[in-house]
T-cell receptor
Framework: GAGVSQSPSNKVTEKGKDVELRCDPI?????LYWYRQSLGQGLEFLIY????????KSGLPSDRFSAERTGGSVSTLTIQRTQQEDSAVYLC???????????????FGDGTRLSIL | KQEVTQIPAALSVPEGENLVLNCSFT??????LQWFRQDPGKGLTSLLL?????REQTSGRLNASLDKSSGRSTLYIAASQPGDSATYLC??????????FGTGTRLQVTL
């Protein structure tokens, strides 16, 4: 595709429900990143994938958050038992390779705006 | 822990003016620094990436400089236009591809 695609663009759900956010990276990009953008918190790194592997999950805010990537392409970020503080815009980015390997810029999707009632 | 600060937080200038946005970071051990632009309700658009070994990058009316030893970067926008109105974010990559972002400068270019 032309760019990073995220779905849904907006999601409103009740506290306690599980949500799944999807990211389609640019074709051929091996590295994929998830960030969260909250009011008053700025942009916060969550997790990155090199291929299907996520070497460092320490950025995930709690054990209710998980992410996976299959086939070196699509990634899903799952939030279980959502809380109101999970309300934010979740952004996905991809790059040709890990930045420190090749200094490739990250290309971002438009994000999923998540609202927990 | 890396901290990134951007000043000013907001800036309003008349069309045609040249302007400078500032970014500072606390840990100079970085791979690179990126400047992004974010329009309301949209994701981030990468403007310029400066590798740690470089001192500046240019793209059109944009010029970004990097002084790694002092932990500073500037984004210079020449001959500003209303279409430049957006939030500008700088981000540094210090380890394991974790971009650490500043809180941004919200720019308004008026007619």
């Amino acid at each position: 595709g032309a760019g990073v695609s995220q779905s849904p663009s907006n999601k409103v759900t009740e506290k306690g429900k599980d949500v799944e956010l999807r990211c389609d990276p640019i074709s051929g990009h091996t590295a994929l990143y998830w960030y969260r953008q909250s009011l008053g918190q700025g942009l916060e790194f969550l997790i990155y994938f090199q291929g299907n592997s996520a070497p460092d999950k320490s950025g995930l805010p709690s054990d209710r958050f998980s992410a996976e990537r299959t086939g070196g392409s699509v990634s899903t970020l799952t939030i279980q038992r959502t809380q109101q503080e999970d309300s934010a815009v979740y952004l996905c980015a991809s790059s040709l390779a890990l930045i420190q390997d090749s200094n490739q810029p990250q290309h971002f999707g438009d994000g999923t705006r998540l609202s927990i009632l | 822990k890396q901290e990134v600060t951007q000043i000013p937080a907001a800036l309003s200038v008349p069309e045609g003016e040249n302007l400078v946005l500032n970014c500072s970071f606390t840990d100079s051990a970085i791979y690179n620094l990126q400047w992004f632009r974010q329009d309301p309700g949209k994701g981030l658009t990468s403007l310029l990436l400066i590798q740690s070994s470089q001192r500046e990058q240019t793209s059109g009316r944009l010029n970004a400089s990097l002084d790694k030893s002092s932990g500073r970067s500037t984004l210079y926008i020449a001959a500003s236009q209303p279409g430049d109105s957006a939030t500008y974010l700088c981000a540094v990559d210090g380890t394991a591809s974790k971009l650490t972002f500043g809180t941004g400068t919200r720019l308004q270019v008026t007619l």
